[in-house]
């Protein structure tokens, strides 16, 4: 159990997949704008990500290596993650009409968010069995959501502060991205 405790908080603040690995920027940019949309979006990569390493765990451990077929872990892995998104976005536009609105062109981006990708791939690398696979994308997403809805906090009070007109807009997001990252950079001698 501690293991795993330590899997997850290693995922979501130690090697956090945005500040640290800097996969999944596309969304944690473009989404961050308001706090409510980040936390979609957060829920929506969380429940993406939990259930991608619960099925990619189970294909790569039952079909693809005992089939001798790893070989195509990133299409199958690609394939699995885009059919859990068509089923986010189905979802989510039945559930939250305005959540799908705002979330706009970044829902279906999931798909290729590497994050999701490089989650899976992470499990497989690491030889990780099914339960530390889930435990590992669980931590990834809670991750990649408290980045963002960080993010989207700090626009949010940006927004109503006096800045100069050449860094308005996506220059003071990068750069505070870039000061988040190395926040999160304290955190490397936790465990």
């Known amino acids: 159990m501690a293991d795993l405790i330590k899997i997850a908080i290693g ?5 956090n997949v ?14 961050s704008k308001k706090i409510k949309t ?17 099925c990619t765990s189970l294909i790569y451990t039952y079909i693809l290596l ?16 885009a059919a859990l998104v068509q089923f986010v976005e189905m979802v989510v536009k039945k559930i939250s009409p305005p959540l799908y609105q705002a979330l706009g062109v970044y829902l279906p981006l999931i798909t290729t968010n590497c994050a999701v990708l490089g989650v899976a791939l992470t499990n497989v690398q690491k030889e990780y069995n099914l339960i530390t696979s889930v ?9 990649f959501m408290i980045a963002i809805v960080i993010l989207a906090g700090i626009r949010e009070k940006i927004e109503h502060n ?17 000061l988040m990252a190395i926040a999160f950079c304290g955190f490397a001698g936790l465990l």
């Open 66 to 81: 005992p089939s001798n077929l790893t070989y195509l872990n990133t299409i199958v892995f690609i394939l699995v993650i």
């Open 162 to 178: 006096n800045i100069s007109p050449a860094l308005k807009g996506m220059p003071i997001t990068l750069i505070t991205s870039g």
């Open 135 to 143: 435990v590992n994308g669980i931590g990834t997403a809670l991750g």
């Open 18 to 31: 945005v500040l640290s690995q800097f996969l999944g920027l596309c969304p944690f940019l473009g989404v």
């Open 11 to 15: 995922a979501a603040i130690i090697n």
């Open 38 to 54: 980040a936390a979609g979006m957060g829920s929506a990569v969380l429940f993406v990500i939990t259930i991608a390493s619960l």
